[in-house]
Nanobody
Framework: QVQLVESGGGLVQTGGSLRLSCAAS????????MGWFRQAPGKGREFVAT????????TYADSVKGRFTISRDNAKNTVYLQMNSLKPEDTAVYSC???????????????????WGQGTQVTVSS
């Protein structure tokens, strides 16, 4: 089992920045990738960013490319999402996800992940 705890959400004005953190505990030695997804009110959960744990390769959704940066601290089993130039359309509950192995679907898909955090609210005011 893996437990994920997110932190760092909050209320920010348009153009502002936030940094989200997600700390993993438990069977973290089986980490393949970690990712961030978000869900806005009335919408489905969408991919934001992912990072492969050992090689560090990253992938971003087009909507956040150039504004968000995903990174990880292997020693702390923590993944971060630095969000800059925030827009009202970034308002959502952000959840981190943990993949234990390379699967059939890519890490931009929800099905690639085995464990999910509870989520943290990010609200961007206009």
């Amino acid at each position: 089992q893996v437990q994920l705890v997110e932190s760092g959400g909050g209320l920010v004005q348009t153009g502002g920045s936030l940094r989200l953190s997600c700390a993993a505990s438990g069977r973290t030695f089986e980490t393949y990738a970690m990712g961030w997804f978000r869900q806005a009110p009335g919408k489905g959960r969408e991919f934001v960013a992912t990072i492969r744990w050992f090689l560090g390769g990253t992938t971003y959704a087009d909507s956040v490319k150039g504004r968000f940066t995903i990174s990880r601290d292997n020693a702390k089993n923590t993944v971060y999402l630095q969000m800059n130039s925030l827009k009202p359309e970034d308002t959502a509950v952000y959840s981190c996800a943990f993949a234990t192995r390379r699967g059939v679907v890519g890490t931009t898909q929800r099905g690639a992940y085995d464990y999910w955090g509870q989520g943290t609210q990010v609200t961007v005011s206009s």
